[in-house]
């Protein structure tokens, strides 16, 4: 890391080279040896800065550029930026390169907001190409540091082929490239397969790595064709490691696994449905051996069973408690293990990940639907428990990242709170109360007609199977015929297989987030689906959710490898659409479906990454040019 700080700092300080700053600094080269002295004795940078603010005229300069190269290299972001908001009093400083410097100091703090902002001023003046690539590669790191990088490479891209093409170096532009370009579908890949030769080449070796990735041979091939594809490439800077590594990344080769699942107590019920979902994704596969342990053993016993068995794979445990006993315990440290559950320590080795049925992915994909639809005013009606408002504080506290409008928050604690709750929030109670003062100013019978609220725009429903078909028709009874129809969306809650089988109706038009195994004709194993319900025709839904979770689990662990390398890289399971994040968590995207006409119907609805408030106001300049 400290090499590629000292990278950075000879880099950026090239940036001034033809500048009148460094003409005064070759100028203040035979200041009086008893100045040099006393700078030669400052060893840091807070203290060569401190020692800066008593100097005057050029003396002072020089201190200030030394500080700045020091902070850098030491990694002390905030001290930079206090350093290069001093020079900015200096006329003779190169100021394009300072407020570069600047935005450099915010973003590595996480001010990312105050980094575009700088960036976005300096884009007029810039003239130099090594300023407008450090321009474009700064905006990058700012869009990939929110969670963007579909909207960074657009920048990396300019970045690469400006440096590229005038012969110069961006420090750490490959290694940040690579990294963004790495988390794209194959499909965000290909859209980006055009422009310069540069782009070019950076998406189609991002192509060869997402095709090839587990195929050594055929890897290596296609990385020798594309070296000859593209001579003299700046992904070549990295590439020799980055093949290394690659070609090393051959699937897991399972033999022996084991798999923790509750075998006893309160939660056998919940073992024996993980059970179910390990041999059917087992069936077939040319596993050696697989051995179910009970994982409310104790530490010691699961490592005896363990190191007995010479397992190759851990699946499980499930239960929280269990994780943390074994994580503090050591037990499961020199196994891959694929936790079922999240876990709220820290991970403790990197061929550890976490699966999990996490309502918190539902909730992300609706608000992104939401933002992609143009909705300004969601209603969220959740119960009054810690899983109702942990959901609606997540969801509100993502909301605020996009959206200066608040949501309407409605929590009920049962079923004769409902009511008052939704006419309460939409405003009807206040229309009723206006209709009865009308009501007793006439002494003949008035015709009046409540009204509701017109500014909500869709409403978020995070309650239960049975919470959901109370709440429909109070939301339908109490929307104003003036009104256009708010459309309505649910989690996977919301929908249950054993409900559904005599009661649809109450339901009609409502959208859903939901595994694709909940949802007839979903998925392709349609055979599986058939036997599951042959055998299980009573299973209750969370028994059916964690057969699916356990059938995935399973099936992916000749895919775990490339698909924690490989941010964009999918694996297409029952209980969705899966990725692997860099903290070891498996993600989740649903299937979309919707009650129509007595029937559940999938249904495609558009989603897209949405922006952060602070960008959406530079993303719209960018779009107009």
């Given at each position: 890391?400290?090499?590629?700080?000292?990278s950075?700092?000879?880099?950026?300080?090239?940036?001034?080279?033809?500048?009148?700053?460094?003409?005064?600094?070759?100028?203040?080269?035979?200041?009086?040896?008893?100045?040099?002295?006393?700078?030669?004795?400052?060893?840091?940078?807070?203290?060569?800065?401190?020692?800066?603010?008593?100097?005057?005229?050029?003396?002072?300069?020089?201190l200030?550029?030394?500080?700045?190269?020091?902070?850098?290299?030491?990694?002390?972001?905030?001290?930079?930026?206090?350093?290069?908001?001093?020079?900015?009093?200096?006329?003779?400083?190169?100021?394009?390169?300072?407020?570069?410097?600047?935005?450099?100091?915010?973003?590595?703090?996480?001010k990312?907001?105050?980094?575009?902002?700088?960036?976005?001023?300096?884009e007029?003046?810039?003239?130099?190409?090594?300023?407008?690539?450090?321009?474009?590669?700064?905006?990058?790191?700012?869009?990939?540091?929110?969670?963007?990088?579909?909207?960074?490479?657009?920048?990396?891209?300019?970045?690469?082929?400006?440096?590229?093409?005038?012969?110069?170096?961006?420090?750490?532009?490959?290694?940040?490239?690579?990294?963004?370009?790495?988390?794209?579908?194959?499909?965000?890949?290909?859209?980006?397969?055009?422009?310069?030769?540069?782009?070019?080449?950076?998406?189609?070796?991002?192509?060869?790595?997402?095709?090839?990735?587990?195929?050594?041979?055929?890897?290596?091939?296609?990385?020798?064709?594309?070296?000859?594809?593209?001579?003299?490439?700046?992904?070549?800077?990295?590439?020799?490691?980055?093949?290394?590594?690659?070609?090393?990344?051959?699937?897991?080769?399972?033999?022996?696994?084991?798999v923790?699942?509750?075998?006893?107590?309160?939660?056998?019920?919940l073992?024996?449905?993980?059970?179910?979902?390990?041999?059917?994704?087992?069936?077939?596969?040319?596993?050696?051996?697989?051995?179910?342990?009970?994982?409310?053993?104790?530490?010691?016993?699961?490592?005896?069973?363990?190191?007995?068995?010479?397992?190759?794979?851990?699946?499980?445990?499930?239960?929280?408690?269990?994780?943390?006993k074994?994580?503090?315990?050591?037990?499961?440290?020199?196994y891959?293990?694929?936790?079922?559950?999240?876990?709220?320590?820290?991970?403790?080795?990197?061929?550890?990940?976490?699966?999990?049925?996490?309502?918190?992915?539902?909730?992300?994909?609706?608000?992104?639907?939401?933002?992609?639809?143009?909705?300004?005013?969601?209603?969220?009606?959740?119960?009054?428990?810690s899983?109702?408002?942990?959901?609606?504080?997540?969801?509100?506290?993502?909301?605020?990242?996009y959206?200066?409008?608040?949501?309407?928050?409605?929590?009920?604690?049962?079923?004769?709170?409902m009511?008052?709750?939704?006419?309460?929030?939409?405003?009807?109670?206040?229309?009723?109360?206006?209709?009865?003062?009308?009501?007793?100013?006439?002494?003949?019978?008035?015709?009046?007609?409540?009204?509701?609220?017109?500014?909500?725009?869709?409403?978020?429903?995070?309650?239960?199977?049975?919470?959901?078909?109370?709440?429909?028709?109070?939301?339908d009874?109490?929307?104003?015929?003036?009104?256009?129809?708010?459309?309505?969306?649910?989690?996977?809650?919301?929908?249950?297989?054993?409900?559904?089988?005599?009661?649809?109706?109450?339901?009609?038009g409502?959208?859903?987030?939901?595994?694709?195994?909940?949802?007839?004709?979903?998925?392709?194993?349609?055979?599986?689906?058939?036997?599951y319900?042959?055998?299980?025709?009573?299973?209750?839904?969370?028994?059916?959710?964690?057969?699916?979770?356990?059938?995935?689990?399973?099936?992916?662990?000749?895919?775990?490898k490339?698909?924690?390398?490989?941010?964009?890289?999918?694996?297409?399971?029952i209980?969705?659409?899966?990725s692997?994040?860099?903290?070891?968590?498996?993600?989740?995207?649903?299937?979309?479906?919707q009650?129509?006409?007595?029937?559940?119907?999938?249904?495609?609805?558009?989603?897209?990454?949405?922006?952060?408030?602070?960008?959406?106001s530079?993303?719209?300049?960018?779009?107009?040019?």
């Amino acid at each position: 890391m400290r090499l590629k700080l000292v990278s950075l700092l000879i880099v950026l300080s090239g940036l001034s080279a033809c500048s009148t700053t460094e003409k005064q600094r070759n100028n203040t080269e035979n200041q009086s040896s008893q100045s040099s002295m006393a700078q030669s004795q400052l060893t840091d940078a807070q203290s060569m800065y401190q020692a800066a603010l008593n100097r005057h005229g050029a003396d002072k300069i020089q201190l200030l550029y030394t500080a700045r190269d020091a902070a850098i290299s030491e990694e002390r972001w905030s001290l930079l930026e206090k350093v290069c908001l001093e020079l900015e009093a200096t006329p003779s400083v190169d100021q394009i390169q300072n407020k570069l410097y600047i935005a450099l100091a915010q973003e590595h703090q996480g001010k990312s907001d105050l980094a575009l902002a700088q960036l976005q001023q300096l884009e007029p003046q810039l003239s130099q190409p090594e300023h407008q690539a450090w321009h474009q590669y700064l905006t990058a790191r700012v869009y990939a540091s929110q969670g963007m990088p579909k909207q960074a490479m657009t920048y990396f891209f300019k970045a690469s082929t400006l440096s590229s093409k005038n012969n110069f170096t961006v420090a750490n532009l490959n290694k940040d490239l690579w990294q963004s370009l790495t988390q794209l579908s194959s499909y965000a890949l290909e859209r980006f397969n055009r422009g310069s030769v540069v782009q070019q080449g950076w998406v189609n070796l991002a192509l060869y790595h997402q095709v090839y990735l587990g195929a050594p041979v055929e890897l290596h091939q296609a990385m020798n064709n594309w070296l000859r594809r593209y001579p003299g490439h700046p992904a070549a800077e990295v590439l020799p490691k980055k093949v290394t590594e690659l070609v090393q990344i051959e699937p897991l080769n399972v033999k022996r696994l084991a798999v923790l699942l509750p075998q006893s107590g309160a939660n056998e019920r919940l073992g024996d449905a993980l059970k179910a979902g390990v041999l059917a994704a087992l069936d077939g596969q040319s596993l050696e051996q697989t051995l179910f342990i009970d994982e409310s053993l104790s530490a010691a016993e699961i490592a005896l069973k363990l190191s007995e068995f010479k397992a190759d794979f851990v699946i499980g445990p499930l239960l929280k408690s269990n994780i943390e006993k074994l994580t503090n315990e050591q037990t499961l440290v020199d196994y891959p293990v694929m936790h079922l559950n999240t876990f709220d320590g820290e991970r403790i080795s990197q061929q550890h990940f976490f699966f999990a049925l996490n309502p918190e992915h539902e909730v992300q994909q609706a608000l992104e639907r939401f933002l992609t639809a143009g909705y300004q005013k969601p209603m969220l009606l959740a119960p009054n428990n810690s899983n109702g408002q942990r959901l609606v504080e997540y969801f509100n506290a993502q909301w605020q990242r996009y959206s200066e409008v608040k949501p309407q928050i409605g929590f009920y604690s049962g079923k004769d709170d409902m009511p008052k709750t939704i006419t309460g929030l939409l405003e009807v109670d206040q229309s009723k109360e206006r209709i009865k003062v009308v009501k007793s100013l006439f002494k003949q019978e008035v015709e009046s007609e409540t009204r509701s609220r017109s500014d909500i725009d869709v409403v978020y429903i995070l309650g239960d199977a049975t919470e959901t078909r109370l709440i429909k028709p109070y939301l339908d009874v109490n929307v104003s015929t003036f009104a256009d129809r708010i459309p309505l969306y649910a989690s996977s809650k919301s929908h249950s297989k054993q409900i559904d089988r005599t009661d649809k109706g109450d339901l009609d038009g409502l959208y859903f987030t939901e595994l694709p195994w909940m949802l007839d004709g979903q998925i392709a194993q349609h055979n599986l689906r058939q036997q599951y319900d042959s055998l299980w025709p009573e299973n209750a839904d969370i028994s059916q959710r964690l057969f699916a979770m356990a059938f995935d689990a399973a099936s992916m662990l000749g895919d775990v490898k490339q698909l924690s390398m490989v941010q964009g890289k999918r694996f297409s399971g029952i209980s969705g659409q899966l990725s692997i994040a860099s903290n070891g968590y498996v993600t989740r995207s649903l299937d979309w479906a919707q009650y129509k006409n007595k029937k559940i119907i999938s249904v495609d609805l558009a989603t897209e990454q949405p922006i952060p408030l602070f960008m959406q106001s530079a993303v719209g300049i960018n779009a107009a040019k």
